[in-house]
């Protein structure tokens, strides 16, 4: 199984604030990782698909990156909506695995 | 708009069934593969199987592999996953997602708000 290992597994940080979540994958997994967003009591929501594209109604606030085993999720200018755990999951292969999830916190 | 909705969940004892429901509406479920993924309470994400569109490919998480039961009927737009022999461990948020592809090859596009299973005695 592919393993995906988040960092860090939570930051404090301020409304305007630029923050970036990197997920490892444990092998190559090209450009098969997708981010989601989740706020307490809530579903899942897609934000960044096959690496780097934004999923419709995503805010251009959110950006992805990266290729193979290293990707990165940034949010450019944190908003109070933003607080939220963020989770990478790979594409690449069965079973689907996700990251540990990040936990973004008010400061 | 696309809507997923799950039903069938509660309070089971350990060793018994559960059978949890997804009513998909708002687009062409045929076309569509699809995936259940659960959450444990205050943990993080965990996949547990996916069903191709025409039901040809379907995979299942090791940790449910010969307990549970994914199907589908199309007809009815309605997603399925057959729970045997629960355990304490499955008590989760169980979730349904609609794969972006009609193989189960992508990513999850859409998701329902989830139903509640609770294994115990």
């Known amino acids: 199984d592919i393993q995906m290992t988040q960092s860090p597994s939570s930051v404090s940080a301020s409304v305007g604030d630029r923050v970036t979540i990197t997920c490892r994958a444990s092998?190559?997994?090209?450009?098969?990782l997708a981010w989601y967003q989740q706020t307490p009591g809530k579903a899942p929501k897609l934000l960044i698909y096959?690496?780097?594209n934004l999923q419709g109604g995503v805010p251009s606030r959110f950006s992805g990156g990266g290729s193979g085993t290293e990707f990165t999720l940034t949010i450019s200018s944190l908003q109070p909506e933003d607080f939220a755990t963020y989770y990478c999951?790979?594409?690449?292969?069965?079973?689907?695995?996700f990251g540990q999830g990040t936990k973004v916190e008010i400061k | 708009q696309v809507q997923l909705v799950e039903s069938g969940g509660g309070v089971v004892q350990p060793g018994r069934s559960l059978r949890l429901s997804c009513a998909a509406s708002?687009?062409?479920?045929?076309?569509?593969?699809m995936h259940w993924v659960r959450q444990a309470p205050g943990k993080g994400l965990e996949w547990v199987a996916v069903?191709?569109?025409?039901?040809?490919?379907?995979y299942y998480a090791d940790s449910v592999k010969g307990r549970f039961t994914i199907s589908r009927d199309n007809s009815k737009n309605t997603l399925f996953l057959q729970m045997n022999s629960l355990r304490g461990e499955d008590t989760a948020v169980y979730f349904c997602?609609?794969?972006?592809?009609?193989?189960?090859?992508?990513?999850?596009?859409?998701w329902g708000q989830g139903t509640l299973v609770t294994v115990s005695s």
């Open positions: 997602a609609r794969d972006a592809n009609d193989l189960g090859d992508s990513h999850f596009d859409h």
């Open positions: 708002g687009f062409i479920f045929s076309d569509h593969a």
């Open positions: 069903l191709s569109h025409d039901e040809d490919n379907i």
């Open positions: 092998q190559d997994i090209g450009s098969w």
């Open positions: 096959a690496a780097s």
């Open positions: 999951q790979q594409a690449n292969s069965f079973p689907r695995t």
